[in-house]
């Protein structure tokens, strides 16, 4: 083999390397966005959960609005206060022991 076709043979597998190499590469970025993806669902999916879960009760009822302020049974003032459909403000303790019988 003269030196010349040992350099084309060189040439062809530096090119395969480099081509293998760059495959490798792009399975590696698609490897790694589709594990992004799935975590960004995952962490869609809990967000939703949590949002689900501080607006409505377990059995589906909604969970009235609540905004910082005074209980009309206690009256002691709150970071949360729900505001009851029938004008009534209660802190989340009063609340509790007013919906449950
Ligand atoms: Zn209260």
Redesign the pocket.
């Known amino acids: 083999m003269d030196q010349l076709q040992g350099f084309g043979l060189n040439i062809i597998f530096l090119l395969g390397v480099l081509v293998f190499v760059g495959f490798c590469f792009m399975l590696l970025i698609a490897f790694w966005t589709g594990v992004k993806i799935m975590l960004l669902r995952r962490r869609q999916k809990q967000s939703d959960m949590e949002t689900r879960r501080r607006k409505f009760h377990l059995d589906g009822r909604p969970i009235p609005p609540s905004a910082p302020g005074i209980?009309h049974?206690?009256g002691?003032v709150?970071p949360q206060v729900h505001h009851l459909s029938d004008g009534r403000r209660?802190?989340v303790?009063?609340y509790q022991s007013a919906i449950e019988p």
């Open positions: 209980c049974k206690c002691s709150f209660l802190c303790t009063c």
